[in-house]
C-alpha cells in the first residue's frame, strides 16, 4: 500500500464530509481551453461517476492552439484526498486540471498517478509538484521516460511553443508499481495494476473499486488511432486477458469520458488484429518493410482519426517486432 | 587506392562537418571507434540555429571518401528506395537496386547518410558468391536530421557512381532503442538467417535476410538509470558467404538500426549453404547457417 506524508495529511486535513460530492451537482462551466485562454483556466471536467472528473481531451497532435490537451485525464476525489490520473500535455493544461479540481474539492492532492509514460499524459505533471504529492507510475516508466525525456523536451517545445510549453518539464515517478498496488483515499480505494508490454512497457490501469469505473490508460483508444510503442502481440494477449475482468464502465486514454466494458475496446481489437495479421502474412510472403506499410490494414482507413499520421508507423513497428516469429 | 585506406589516411568527421550538439556528445561517447565510422574532434565551432540545417556536409565527406575521384550521378544505373518522408527515423527502410547489366562489375556500394553524426552508414564489398542477376539490398538506417542519404558504387573499372535521395525524418540516432528494453537485452545476439527465390529473378539467383538482435547502441542514447551515455556498442563487420565463397562483406557503423537487418540477393550455386558472421565492437561473434530446404 502506498502512504505518504501528503496523504497523512490530506487525513489530518479533513474532518467529516460527505463522501463524495453529488454525482452531477458540478460540472465545470469553463469551456475546453481555447487559443489565448488564462494560464490555468479551469479544464471542463464531467462526472462519470460518484466522486469521479473526466477532462476530454481533443483528437489531435501538439499544437500551439491545443497546447497539448490531446489526452484525457482525471481525478477521483476519497473522503481524505485526492487521485490525480494523468495530467495532460503540458503544465498549462496540468494547471488547467488543477483548477478544475479545486472547483470540486479542497481535499488535499495525494497522488498523481501515469498510466505510462507518453507526453500528453505525463507532460501536465509540473503543476501538481509542490512536495506534497506523490508520483505514481510502472515500476518501468522511470527507465522508459528518462530514455527518452530530452527527445519530448525538444520535440514537444517545439511542437507547442514558447507560450504553451511554458512551465513544462518532467516529473519523474517517485512511486514505482510492481504488480498490483492498492491506494487509500478515505472511504474508497482504487487498485493499480502494472502491465506487460502492450501500448508501451509501461502501461498502468487504475480500478476504483468503490464505482467499478477502470481508466485504461492508452490501452484503451476510442476514435484516435492507437498508437504502438510496445507490442502489438503483447496488446492484443492483455486485450484479450482485459475483456474477462468486469467493469461497469472504462475511461481511454483517447476517447469519450467513459464507455461501456467490454464493448468500448472492439475496434481497438479489430485493428490490432488486422494489423497484425497484415503483417505477418507480408512477411510470410517476403514482403519488405516498405512495401508492407503502403499495404496493409488499409480497410481500417476510416474507422480512425488520425490514421495518416500514425497507420504507417504501427504496420512498421508491427513488422519489426513480427519478423522474429 | 581503396576507400578503407583513404578513409584511414584522412578520417570521416572532419573540418566543418556536421553540426549539433550531439555530435559533440558522439565524439566523446566513441573511443573505441574504427576511424572510419568515428567523428574525429570537432575542428570547427558548431554553426548556430539553422545553419545546421542549411550547412552542406558532403563536400568534405565526398573528399574524405573519394579524394578528387569522379562520381558520375547515376539514375538509370543504380536506384535508391527511400521513403519521402520516414514513419520512424530510428528504422528507415532503403533499398538498392544494382541492375545485372552491371552488377558483376560491382566491387563496393557505400551508403553515405549525409547529415548523420556518423555519416557512413556502411560499406559492402562485394564477392563472387553475389552472382550476376540483378542485385538489391535492404537495409533499415537512423536518420538524425531531415538529410540527403546517398548510395556510391564503385565499379571494377575504378569508376563511382552515386544516386542520392533525400529524407524527411529526425532524431532516429538518439531514440531509444528498445520498445521493450528487457525484453531486447534478453535476446542480444539471436539471429535469424532466412533463404528463398528472389522474386522476379531467374532460378539463378536466390534472396537471403540476415536479422540480429542487437542494440546498435549509437552512443547518442542516454541511460537513465546512470544519466550517462550508454557508449557505443555495435555491429562493425558482417560477412556473409555462399559454400564459402564471399557474398559480400558489409563494415557497419552507428547509422544502422538496432537490431540490423539485411537482406541481400545471391549466385546460387553448390550445395547452396548459406553462412553469416558477425562481429559487434565488444569483440562479440554471431553465426548463424542456412541451407535451402530439401538440400
Known amino acids: ?325 | 587506392m581503396s576507400t578503407r585506406s583513404q578513409r584511414g589516411a584522412s578520417p570521416i568527421g572532419l573540418s566543418g562537418l556536421v553540426a549539433s550538439a550531439i555530435t559533440t556528445i558522439a565524439a566523446l561517447a566513441l573511443p573505441g571507434m574504427p576511424a572510419a565510422f568515428a567523428q574525429a574532434k570537432m575542428t570547427v565551432a558548431a554553426p548556430e540555429g539553422n545553419a545546421a540545417l542549411d550547412f552542406d556536409p558532403w563536400p568534405g565527406i565526398r573528399k574524405d571518401l573519394f579524394a578528387s575521384r569522379d562520381i558520375t550521378d547515376e539514375a538509370t544505373t543504380l536506384s535508391l528506395e527511400a521513403p519521402v518522408r520516414a514513419e520512424d527515423a530510428a528504422i528507415v527502410p532503403l533499398t538498392i537496386r544494382i541492375p545485372k547489366a552491371i552488377a558483376g562489375d560491382v566491387k563496393k556500394l557505400t551508403l553515405v547518410i549525409d547529415k548523420n553524426p556518423a555519416p557512413i552508414a556502411g560499406v559492402f564489398t562485394f564477392g563472387a558468391g553475389a552472382g550476376l542477376g540483378d542485385r538489391v539490398i535492404s537495409t533499415r538506417v537512423r536518420v538524425d536530421m531531415y538529410t540527403n542519404i546517398r548510395a556510391i558504387m564503385e565499379t571494377s573499372d575504378g569508376k563511382l557512381h552515386m544516386v542520392t535521395k533525400y529524407v524527411k525524418a529526425a532524431g532516429g540516432c538518439s531514440a531509444p532503442a528498445l520498445k521493450d528494453a528487457d525484453e531486447a537485452l534478453a535476446a542480444l545476439g539471436k539471429m535469424q538467417l532466412k533463404t528463398r527465390a528472389a522474386p522476379n529473378q531467374s532460378a539463378a539467383m536466390r534472396e537471403g535476410q540476415v536479422m540480429i538482435k542487437h542494440p546498435n547502441y549509437s552512443g547518442m542514447q542516454m541511460n537513465q538509470l546512470t544519466g550517462l551515455y550508454i557508449p557505443a556498442k555495435y555491429v562493425q563487420q558482417l560477412d556473409v558467404t555462399r559454400d564459402g565463397e564471399i557474398v559480400f562483406q558489409l563494415e557497419g557503423g552507428i547509422s544502422l538500426s538496432e537490431d540490423p537487418n539485411i537482406r541481400f540477393t545471391y549466385g546460387d550455386g553448390g550445395t547452396g549453404v548459406l553462412e553469416v558472421t558477425a562481429k559487434d565492437t565488444d569483440g562479440s561473434v554471431f553465426k548463424a547457417r542456412v541451407a535451402p530446404s530439401g538440400s
Open chain 1, 1 to 325: 500500500m502506498i502512504t505518504r506524508h501528503a496523504f497523512v495529511r490530506g487525513t489530518l486535513a479533513l474532518a467529516a464530509s460527505p463522501l463524495v460530492l453529488g454525482y452531477s451537482a458540478l460540472r465545470s462551466s469553463s469551456t475546453a481551453l481555447a487559443a489565448g485562454a488564462p494560464l490555468g483556466a479551469p479544464l471542463s471536467v464531467v462526472a462519470v461517476a460518484p466522486g469521479i472528473y473526466i477532462h476530454q481531451g481533443r483528437h489531435g497532435l501538439f499544437s500551439p492552439e491545443n497546447a497539448g490537451d490531446i489526452s484525457n485525464c482525471g481525478f477521483i476525489v476519497g473522503r481524505n484526498a485526492v487521485a490525480v490520473i494523468d495530467t495532460g500535455g503540458s503544465a498549462m493544461i496540468g494547471m488547467g486540471l488543477k483548477a478544475a479540481i479545486r472547483q470540486v474539492t479542497d481535499r488535499p492532492i495525494g497522488h498523481v498517478i501515469n498510466t505510462h509514460m507518453h507526453p500528453d499524459h505525463v507532460f501536465g505533471n509540473a503543476a501538481f509538484d509542490d512536495g506534497n504529492t506523490a508520483f505514481v507510475a510502472h515500476h518501468k516508466m522511470a527507465r522508459g521516460l528518462g530514455a527518452r525525456a530530452e527527445r519530448y523536451q525538444a520535440i514537444n517545445s517545439r511542437l507547442l511553443g514558447e507560450k504553451a510549453f511554458s512551465g513544462t518539464r518532467i516529473v519523474m515517478p517517485q512511486v514505482p508499481v510492481i504488480g498490483t498496488q492498492t491506494i487509500e483515499l478515505g472511504e474508497r480505494s482504487i487498485v493499480l495494476e502494472a502491465h506487460k508490454t502492450a501500448h508501451t512497457d509501461n502501461d498502468l490501469t487504475v480500478r476504483d473499486t468503490a464505482t467499478g469505473t477502470v481508466f485504461m490508460g492508452d490501452l484503451l483508444f476510442s476514435g484516435h488511432i492507437p498508437t504502438i510503442d510496445g507490442s502489438i502481440r503483447g496488446w492484443l494477449a492483455l486485450v484479450a486477458r482485459l475483456r474477462e475482468e468486469k467493469a461497469a464502465q472504462v475511461v481511454p486514454g483517447h476517447g469519450p469520458p467513459a464507455m461501456p466494458w467490454p464493448d468500448a475496446i472492439t475496434p481497438l481489437t479489430r485493428y490490432l488484429t488486422a494489423v497484425s495479421a497484415g503483417v505477418a502474412a507480408a512477411i510470410k510472403s517476403g514482403q519488405t518493410l516498405s512495401e508492407d506499410a503502403e499495404t496493409v490494414g488499409l480497410d481500417e482507413k476510416d474507422a480512425w482519426m488520425l490514421f495518416e499520421e500514425y497507420h504507417r508507423r504501427n504496420v512498421s513497428a508491427a513488422f519489426a517486432e513480427l519478423e522474429w516469429e
